[in-house]
């Protein structure tokens, strides 16, 4: 008998996914758990197992597709025979229901498979292959140079742009004229054909054309998350710039650590502490507001969001009951939760329950910027770039000017919920332990 597999409810209240990947074909066979396919929700990638075993009859959707949830997308014979059972009252039906057998007789030959002529699939991982739909790259034409000759992101750019005119240095804006200065209703003619050089002395860059992406995935998800944070949450945003040479002297010194061997060590991970302590000391942070039920709730761990840049756009999973880690745990947990982010491998409980977020635009070189509040959170804090600059310190006569390492940290929050003088606290907070890592004993 024939059965559907229906597209399952992935969670998070997302009604929709993305088939990106078949793991199996029509005629091949499967047994219970067999991942079928992969698909991509707006937050994450899941394989999905098979629930039948039997033999694939059809895909139903094809790769690329986005299906809501309960849409057939694969349909499996089980290898019986029979009509569905009689629903109760309708009595019985005139004809009886053929017995169960075996999908494939004892005595019957196996049928020798067939030999694909097509060539096999370019490797590349699931996000990279949606990259490339989405720039209109075709893998079979991209050589890779992953390991293993695996297909990156970066090859995929550079398919892209091949073959694209380049815009030269000094050429001016293509000028558009208007059909009635044109006279012509826009069309070229043969003495100035459309793309060619320019006859009135004016040089002109070649068009390539507009290039359209679909919204959809986790740009949609994080287009809908900016809309209902800006109209749900009353903004403000604190600035502060202080002096974090303690911190970078201290992350010298754990990267001289044998506990820290092979761990990656950065400001983050001083900052994440900080973060930690500050709000232990200023509960007030980490906390969310039910308007439903009337009430602000104070959440007792601090699941600390990491705003994560990845090949499928910007991903906050969260680092449960941070509070309580080592600095080494918590150093390995910011690790894996990266790594697992960059390689698409997010599950829906690593980025659900967040209660607080940290984001970093200082690895781009920006001083700071005005961060938007994630989800029901109620506050974020933006590590802005660390550079060497000039810095009073001292007083008295004993004040002078020396190089030190200077930041800029941004504290958007919750009105609603945050009073200016506590946030004002956490933030002075964060800051004294990033000068002075010391002072966290006192917390």
């Not at 793309?195 to 002395?201: H, I, L, Q, S, W």
Request: charged share 25%; aromatic share 4%.
């Amino acid at each position: 008998m024939k059965r559907q597999f229906l597209l399952p409810d992935p969670g998070e209240g997302l009604l929709e996914a993305e088939i990106v990947s078949w793991r199996v074909e029509a005629g091949q066979e499967v047994e219970v758990n067999d991942v079928l396919v992969e698909i991509e929700t707006a937050k994450s990638l899941v394989e999905l197992p098979s629930p039948f075993a039997g033999t694939v009859s059809s895909l139903l959707v094809p790769e690329g597709a986005t299906v809501e949830v309960g849409t057939a997308i694969v349909e499996i014979d089980d290898g019986t025979e029979g009509e569905e059972p009689n629903l109760v009252g309708y009595g019985p039906r005139d004809e009886p229901v053929a017995s169960r057998r075996r999908r494939r007789a004892a005595a019957e030959p196996e049928p020798v498979p067939e030999v694909s002529a097509e060539p096999p699939a370019p490797r590349a991982k699931p996000p990279v292959r949606k990259y490339a739909r989405d720039l209109g790259v075709d893998l079979s034409g991209v050589t890779g140079s992953g390991p293993d000759g695996v297909i990156t992101r970066a090859d995929v750019e550079a398919a892209s742009t091949a073959g694209r005119p380049s815009p030269m240095v000094g050429d001016e804006p293509r000028q558009v004229a208007s059909a009635a200065q044109e006279g012509r209703g826009g069309e070229a003619t043969a003495a100035q054909p459309a793309g060619g050089p320019r006859t009135d002395g004016v040089r002109e860059s070649r068009d390539a054309g507009d290039h359209r992406i679909p919204i959809k995935g986790v740009r949609k998800a994080t287009a809908e998350a900016m809309v209902r944070s800006v109209t749900a949450h009353v903004h403000v945003t604190e600035w502060l710039t202080c002096d974090v040479t303690g911190t970078m002297e201290l992350v010298e010194t754990l990267k001289g650590r044998r506990e820290f061997a092979g761990q990656r060590v950065s400001p983050l991970l001083v900052y994440a502490k900080a973060v930690c302590l500050a709000l232990g000391r200023n509960p007030g942070l980490n906390a969310s507001w039910d308007g439903q039920a009337g009430e602000i709730i104070h959440h007792g761990d601090v699941n600390l969001g990491i705003a994560t840049a990845t090949p499928r756009g910007l991903m906050v999973p969260n680092i449960k009951a941070a509070q309580g880690l080592s600095l080494l745990e918590l150093c390995q947990a910011i690790s894996h939760l990266v790594a697992v982010s960059r390689e698409g491998r997010l599950q829906p409980p690593d980025y659900a329950g967040g209660t607080f977020t940290i984001t970093n635009v200082g690895v781009f070189g920006v001083d700071a910027g005005t961060p938007i509040i994630n989800g029901d959170e109620s506050a974020i804090l933006c590590m802005g770039a660390i550079q060497r600059r000039p810095w009073v310190v001292g007083t008295g006569a004993e004040e002078r000017v020396v190089p030190r390492w200077v930041t800029t940290l941004a504290l958007s929050f919750d009105h609603r919920i945050i009073d200016g003088e506590e946030a004002s606290r956490f933030l002075h907070d964060v800051a004294e332990i990033l000068a002075d890592p010391a002072l966290a004993l006192l917390f």
